[in-house]
């Protein structure tokens, strides 16, 4: 049986994310003290009482509130309660029962899911305020005093849960799925590609940029395997970002890029590569991810016989650092060739886990240094000995050599050509360590 999920939901700024952080012990959701700040659903797990569980952070629901950012916040909190097994319903001491409160209790119980009620910023230890027992009003039980802030509570909160929590099958999880970061500058279309392979609105769609401030995880499971995909929030540049709560967002992208497998660096057709394209493609570059260059708004672009070919050399030339980067020409709007991006994954996937056997490996290096011969510097020639990978993820070697003041950086791209000539290793940066004899490492 599936993990089961908890959702957490609420009026904006009552501490949802703050809880959220305390349950999955992890700064995942941003927290500021400002309403709308959490517009996408997040996913993490959390443990208690030995059984892992799935945690939703949701945006605050705004009833009646008729702006588009806030409706698509609304509309995402509703999948998450259409998804959960438990719902804790966090509501605020200090402010006490509002109409939104109300409004939201309304929905949660025509929802017919199991509901904990929590009262949050009961901030000192001990027994409840008596301000608590308004919340009974809201027809959902009883009302569960805690601190988000300070983890009082919280335990009580979870043992609630648990108890609602479907019994246990004992079923195993398969291999861990492919995560794939999709990354960009805002407004280049990654919350768009996200909905259109999920099949449904997981994250808000806006024409104005910085509209997704998470990174958002998206599991998908079809017949190419499965994926997680993680929307990021577009990276700009430094000296443009000044909200704090934007630069959160754009840690938070980073950190995306460290815990993916594959990096999706998407930029606009229209605009082409710009110099924070470049930027951001180095992000995964310098991570030794396995990255694909996927050139949106495609069906904006006027086109002749020669216009993907003309526009990937100009890809080529703006990203030179990464050659072995397929692309892919795509429109998340109509869906033009996202299917190709699923087989493309996998490739590059599988290419950045590869393993050369060391005798291949010198095979190569004996034919390369034959054609070529290494490099020499007042009279002393390079030696290279042998070669072996000592890694993946990316694919690392190391040359033992006599001297690696000699082995130059122009001859180390050469034998990296050569070895992709034979064995690929296509989507994947490659490392290469020089080691000298009497090196100790």
Not at 2 to 8: C, G, S
Not at 152 to 158: A, I, R, S, V
């Amino acid at each position: 049986m599936a993990k089961p999920i908890v959702a957490i939901v609420g009026r904006p700024n009552v501490g949802k994310s703050q809880l959220f952080n305390r349950l999955v012990g992890k700064r995942l959701s941003i927290v500021e003290d400002t309403p709308g700040v959490t517009r996408d659903r997040l996913y993490a797990d959390a443990e208690w009482r030995g059984r892992t569980f799935s945690v939703i952070d949701t945006g605050g629901i705004e009833p009646t509130n008729d702006n588009e950012i806030l409706k698509f916040m609304r509309y995402q909190a509703e999948a998450a309660i259409h998804h959960a097994d438990v719902i804790i319903f966090i509501t605020d001491l200090r402010t006490g029962v509002t109409a939104a409160d109300e409004d939201v209790a309304s929905m949660l119980q025509r929802s017919g899911k199991p509901v904990v009620l929590a009262v949050n910023k009961c901030d000192t230890p001990g027994a409840p305020p008596p301000d608590i027992f308004e919340f009974y009003n809201l027809g959902l039980g009883e009302p569960m005093g805690i601190s988000a802030l300070h983890g009082y509570g919280t335990g009580d909160l979870l043992d609630a849960a648990y108890g609602h929590f479907p019994s246990e099958d004992g079923e195993e999880e398969e291999n861990p799925p492919i995560r794939v970061a999709i990354i960009g500058k805002p407004n280049v279309g990654k919350s768009s590609l996200v909905n259109r392979v999920v099949g449904e609105e997981r994250v808000i769609v806006s024409d104005m940029a910085g509209t997704t401030r998470d990174s958002v995880d998206t599991e998908v499971e079809n017949a190419h395997g499965r994926f997680v995909f993680v929307d990021t929030a577009g990276i700009r540049k430094k000296s443009k970002v000044e909200e704090r709560i934007e630069k959160f967002s754009v840690m938070r992208s980073l950190l995306a890029v460290e815990r993916a497998d594959v990096c999706v660096i998407m930029i606009d057709a229209t605009e082409g590569v710009t110099e924070q394209d470049t930027k951001v493609a180095g992000e995964a570059h310098n991570a030794g991810k396995a990255c694909i260059i996927v050139v949106n708004k495609w069906d904006l672009v006027e086109k002749d016989g020669k216009t993907m070919k003309e526009y990937t050399l100009r890809v080529r030339e703006g990203l030179a650092y990464m050659p072995y980067a397929p692309v892919l020409f795509i429109s998340a709007l109509t869906g033009q060739r996202v299917d190709k991006i699923y087989d493309t994954i996998c490739e590059v996937y599988e290419q950045n886990h590869k393993r050369i056997p060391t005798g291949q490996l010198n095979s190569i290096l004996a034919e390369a240094t034959a054609r070529v011969q290494p490099p020499t510097d007042k009279g002393r020639r390079l030696k290279v000995y042998y070669m072996t990978q000592a890694g993946v993820c990316p694919p690392t070697f190391v040359c033992f050599c006599n001297d690696a003041r000699l082995f130059h950086f122009s001859y180390q791209r050469y034998l990296e050509n050569q070895i992709r000539e034979v064995f690929g290793l296509t989507g994947t940066p490659v490392r290469m360590v020089v080691r000298q004899r009497g090196d100790k490492e």
